[in-house]
Nanobody
């Protein structure tokens, strides 16, 4: 069974840093594209960043320059290094994956393109 397991959310003051991780379990090959989305109650899920195998990355405008997405050498573990956190970064963060193709600039932000999702990890940023 293909499962994504996120970890290392938490609470931090504005300006601080956190690193999220997501492990892809049960996948025979490393997912072609893995991504982070976030969601706050009452709003749609929004893309944060995406990472293809062989390192192509995409970022949403609100996080570009502050967040870094990466994978470990196995390509089965996804990270999101978040720096300069702002109160508006508070959200539930979800890991997503697809195995049918890479992400591209016009697809990485589309949640419906990803068939595999983690359970989410909460990030709270306070003033």
């Amino acid at each position: 069974q293909k499962v994504l397991v996120e970890s290392w959310g938490g609470s931090v003051e504005a300006g601080g840093s956190l690193r999220l991780s997501c492990r892809a379990n049960g996948f025979y090959w490393a997912p072609d594209c893995m991504a982070w989305f976030r969601q706050v109650p009452g709003k749609e899920r929004e893309a944060v960043a995406a990472h293809n195998t062989f390192s192509t990355t995409y970022y949403s405008v609100p996080v570009e320059g502050r967040f870094t997405i990466s994978r470990d050498r196995s390509e089965f573990v996804l990270y999101l290094q978040m720096m300069g956190l702002k109160i508006e970064d508070t959200a539930m963060y979800f890991c997503a994956a697809r195995t049918d193709r890479y992400c591209y600039s016009d697809t990485f932000a589309k949640a419906e393109e990803f068939p595999y999702w983690g359970q989410g990890t909460q990030v709270n940023v306070s003033s």
